[in-house]
């Protein structure tokens, strides 16, 4: 099992970038690593995955160093809108060995004026 | 829109009575959840059903029984309802590589 460790919590200023990091220690080789992004009253969504290096889409970028013990979720020119929870995930669902693999309590981003 | 739709989307109990949450998901995904979230806290995994047939309990499964009635369909049955339930409910499907994709998710309360 894959366990994850992220801090509970980070504030930010609007226009800011930030950097959240996620401890995988344990990741295994075909684990994949995915953030997910939880608003209040909302299922939690996808941001982004990755497998290693860096990975970019239009919200946010990924950093994943080569031995893949931790990966960083970059949002640049942050709004207040991105104010949030924020999940790590590593692997996908049950794996081989039948363990569950678990959302954790995330991030809570504060973003303020 | 594909996606995982979720019934009701809020629901008030008395405390021992019995309802069902009805999740549904049409990605054709093979893996299905029910989580529970409460007030400030991260998501609570009940039950997973990791394909069509197969059952296996999550984190904090008492109370709640499942059923996986097709690969589409994933509900979660409270028997007899406790204030310690109440919560928000959300179901989730996933796939290798696809991700999680989440309902909007059940908001419950037992009184």
């Known amino acids: 099992l894959a366990k994850t460790t992220q801090p509970i919590s980070m504030d930010s200023y609007e226009g800011q970038e930030v950097n959240i990091t996620c401890s995988h220690n344990?990741?295994?080789?075909?684990?994949?690593i995915t953030w997910y992004q939880q608003f209040p009253s909302q299922g939690p969504r996808f941001i982004i995955q990755?497998?290693?290096t860096k990975v970019t889409n239009e919200v946010a970028s990924l950093f994943i160093p080569a031995d893949r013990k931790s990966s960083t979720l970059s949002l640049p020119r942050v709004s207040l809108s991105d104010t949030a929870v924020y999940y790590c995930?590593?692997?996908?669902?049950?794996?081989?060995?039948?363990?569950?693999?678990?959302f954790g309590g995330g991030t809570r981003l504060m973003v303020k004026p | 829109n594909a996606g995982v739709t979720q019934t009701p989307k809020f629901q008030v109990l008395k405390t021992g009575q019995s309802m069902t949450l009805q999740c549904a998901q049409d990605?054709?995904?093979?893996?299905m959840y029910w989580y529970r979230q409460d007030p400030g806290m991260g998501l609570r995994l009940i039950y997973y059903?990791?394909?069509?047939?197969?059952?296996d309990k999550g984190e904090v499964p008492n109370g709640y029984n499942v059923s996986r009635l097709n690969k589409r369909e994933f509900s979660l049955r409270l028997e007899s309802a406790a204030p310690s339930q109440t919560s928000v409910y959300f179901c989730?499907?996933?796939?290798?590589?696809?991700?999680?994709?989440f309902g909007s998710g059940t908001r419950l309360t037992v009184v």
């Open positions: 989730a499907s996933s796939e290798f590589l696809a991700g999680y994709t």
């Open positions: 990755g497998y290693k």
């Open positions: 990605m054709n995904h093979n893996s």
């Open positions: 059903s990791a394909s069509e047939g197969t059952t």
């Open positions: 995930l590593v692997g996908d669902g049950v794996d081989n060995a039948g363990n569950m693999l678990t």
């Open positions: 344990n990741i295994a080789t075909n684990d994949y």
